[in-house]
């Protein structure tokens, strides 16, 4: 059975840091490009980051950009954000989900996804 | 950036009703287009991926259509568990961007 679950979140102060942890489980993790969405409180869903099966690209919505790193250590079956210079803005459950990739293109669709975990930035 | 727009923002139908939600991408989104719902406190689940392909276990009352930047998802014949949140979403592109969702209530 395929599995993500989330762990990492919590209160953190304007300015302050936390690094969010997804375990992956039920599937070969490598073989998938894997992505952070995040959802506000009461808003839409958002896209934040993704990363190549082996690490060596990875991409950002503008707004994270510079202050969010998105990792993945594939022996440990594990995908991780690191949030820096966190502000009031970045407050939202944060997703991790993974996308088959049939075609090697990075396109498609999340068929998984985490059961989500709450960050909250606020003083 | 490919911007997303769903309408409408929300909606009232009843049990048995045909529901029809439509997604609109600011270019081509080449059919990467998926349709997610979500229910309340729960993450989102995948309903149509590729404009138009169901996913595997979900309800043949959903379905997809659409090509280039209109897209339509439909639920022929609403059920309770149907009401819910759907999110269209584009693929195609970095960012991977998401419509405002389509609120689906109880009238």
């Known amino acids: 059975e395929v599995q993500l679950v989330e762990s990492g979140g919590g209160l953190v102060q304007p300015g302050g840091s936390l690094r969010l942890s997804c375990a992956a489980s039920g599937f070969t993790f490598s073989d998938y490009w894997m992505h952070w969405v995040r959802q506000a409180p009461g808003k839409g869903l958002e896209w934040v980051a993704k990363?190549?099966?082996?690490?060596?690209?990875?991409y950002y919505v503008d707004s994270v950009k510079g202050r969010f790193t998105i990792s993945r250590d594939n022996a440990k079956n594990s995908l991780y954000l690191q949030m820096n210079s966190l502000r009031a803005e970045d407050t939202a459950v944060y997703y991790c989900a993974r996308l088959p990739d049939f075609y090697g293109s990075g396109r498609g669709y999340f068929d998984y996804w985490g059961q989500g975990t709450l960050v909250t930035v606020s003083s | 950036d490919i911007q997303m727009t769903q309408s409408p923002s929300s909606l009232s139908a009843s049990v048995g009703d045909r529901v029809t939600i439509a997604c609109r991408a600011s270019?081509?989104?080449?059919?990467?287009l998926n349709w997610y719902q979500q229910r309340p406190g729960k993450a989102p689940n995948l309903l149509i991926y590729?404009?138009?392909n169901l996913q595997s276990g979900v309800p043949s009352r959903f379905s997809g259509s659409g090509s280039g930047t209109d897209f339509t998802l439909t639920i022929s014949s609403l059920q309770p568990e149907d009401f819910a949140t759907y999110y269209c979403?584009?693929?195609?592109?970095?960012?991977?961007?998401f419509g405002p969702g389509t609120k689906v209530d109880i009238k």
């Open positions: 590729g404009a138009s």
């Open positions: 270019q081509s989104t080449n059919n990467y």
């Open positions: 979403q584009q693929s195609y592109t970095t960012p991977f961007t």
């Open positions: 990363i190549k099966q082996d690490g060596t690209e990875k």
